[in-house]
């Protein structure tokens, strides 16, 4: 294979599209971790653009720096290996998934209340991201011989043990986002390898009236557990003061002591319930985290003060922006998690209404770039790697921006490209290679 033919025949279009992103990403990532006290967040505000660009926090920009070239050397490589060699050893590569995975539950470290991170020296690096691509990488090579006989639900079901044996690792984790990015990449990648559109969306339906089913048997289970406790509470005030202005056996005092352990017995029946539920569901936080979208005013102080400056931030930039180093919500830390999975609302603080429509529009070309490197890819396979890659990428972007907008649950999916972290900056950059690796070989005549 001639390197300077495969280097002519790269997309330079989604190249520098990446490129601009990693750029944007850099900037703001080294905004969103500068703190300021009143007296500094003045003196920085009135600098022009350039002058700010050197006042940056560049601890962090450095280290992102670091995983982006790592990310392009892997990205290099990702291109120069033909893609159907790669998919040849599907099997090992899908049992190494597994390896990895597993070793987080036994080895993993914890952080934020999950154990998602293997220690690897001085760095850690998150299994889950790099799962995501090997899923990609072994599920197209799966799909390839199933092609043609996924019209029933018998032939889906092999396609989800699949693919559910490494999500529900994901999920043991646990790591609710990325299980939901495996289960969207599944439904893409089936419906391009000519599984029946009805049969899949009734299946999606299903599962839609499941989540429903769900989340009504939560919300009964925790409001009447809620209710009974306030109750007795309520009710062990009361029994205090019978107690107090009567004596030890009078009749008062035991039709007090007869309501309150018959609403213990209630209470102690319906804690039970509801803990069982969450044994064999989402735990009780990881539900109240997810649909705090719906109502964050309800809890401004716990599980909806995250949200609820997200929302502030993206708010107060208006049109174009309060300016780079000018945002208040960010600099001033009312907004956590600022420089990873809520980045956008610096974007939207700082560079308004105008910047995210630019960031937006760059993600769209890639998606755009993408799915016609699906259309134009030689065979089968290279399509279903470039589907994998597309709807992988624009169900992070669709559901980071929906999060932090308050249009979807928050489930802690990065920005591709654009968030600080480094095992998603270099997985996302490893997936682009497969996508330029499917363009370089579209046309057999090239090599």
């Known amino acids: 294979m001639s390197i300077a033919r ?4 790269l997309d330079y279009t989604l190249l520098f599209t990446a490129a601009g992103i990693i750029l944007f990403g850099l900037v703001v990532i080294g905004s969103a971790t500068l703190e300021f006290t009143n007296e500094s967040f003045t003196q920085l505000k009135n600098l022009n653009f350039i002058t700010k660009l050197a006042h940056l926090d560049f601890e962090f920009v450095l280290k992102q720096i670091q995983w982006v070239l790592i990310g392009l050397f892997l990205m290099a490589v990702m291109i120069y290996l033909p893609y159907e060699d790669l998919v040849k050893h599907s099997r090992l590569l899908y049992i ?19 154990q998602r991170w293997i220690q690897l020296g001085p760095a850690q690096f998150q299994p889950s991201e790099f799962s995501k691509l090997l899923m990609i990488l072994t599920f197209a090579g799966f799909l390839v011989k199933k092609r043609g006989n996924l019209n029933r639900f018998r032939d889906l079901i092999p396609c989800f043990l699949y693919v559910g044996a490494p999500m529900l690792l994901i999920l043991a984790q646990p790591d609710l986002g990325t299980s939901m ?12 390898a000519d599984a029946k559109p009805l049969l899949l969306l009734k299946i999606i339906g299903a599962g839609t009236v499941l989540v429903a089913c769900l989340i009504s048997a939560h919300a009964y ?20 003061q019978v107690m107090a202005a009567n004596a030890a056996n009078s009749p008062a005092v035991e039709e007090v002591e007869k309501k309150y352990n018959n609403l213990l ?22 539900m109240t985290r997810l649909f705090i ?95 994998g890659v597309v709807s992988m990428f624009a169900f992070h972007v669709f559901v980071n921006i929906g999060m932090t907008s308050g249009i979807m649950p928050v489930t802690g999916i ?34």
């Open 6 to 9: 495969m280097v002519k025949n």
């Open 96 to 114: 190494f998934n597994l390896l990895i995975l597993a070793a987080v539950l036994i080895k993993g470290q914890t952080a934020y209340g999950a």
């Open 181 to 192: 990015v495996f289960v969207a990449v599944m439904f893409a990648m089936l419906f391009f």
């Open 221 to 240: 289970l925790h409001d009447t557990d809620r209710a009974l406790e306030k109750q007795l509470a309520a009710l062990e005030q009361e029994k205090k």
């Open 265 to 286: 017995k209630q209470s102690e029946k319906a804690h039970k319930r509801h803990e069982k539920f969450h044994k064999y569901t989402l735990k009780e936080y990881q």
């Open 293 to 387: 979208f719906l109502n964050p005013q309800s809890d401004l102080l716990g599980d909806g003060y995250q949200l609820w400056q997200s929302l502030i931030s993206i708010g107060s930039g208006g049109l174009a922006g309060k300016g780079l180093l000018g945002g208040t919500q960010t600099h001033f830390t009312f907004l956590p998690v600022r420089h990873t999975d809520f980045i956008f609302s610096v974007v939207g603080e700082e560079f308004g209404f105008l910047g995210a429509l630019v960031l937006l529009g760059l993600f769209l070309l890639i998606i755009y770039r993408g799915i016609r490197i699906a259309l134009e890819a030689r065979d089968f396979l290279g399509s279903l790697l470039a589907v």
């Open 414 to 447: 990065p920005l591709p490209l654009f968030s600080y972290g480094g095992s998603n900056m270099i997985m996302n950059l490893m997936a682009l290679g497969i996508l330029l690796n499917v363009y370089v070989r579209r046309r057999k005549i090239l090599f």
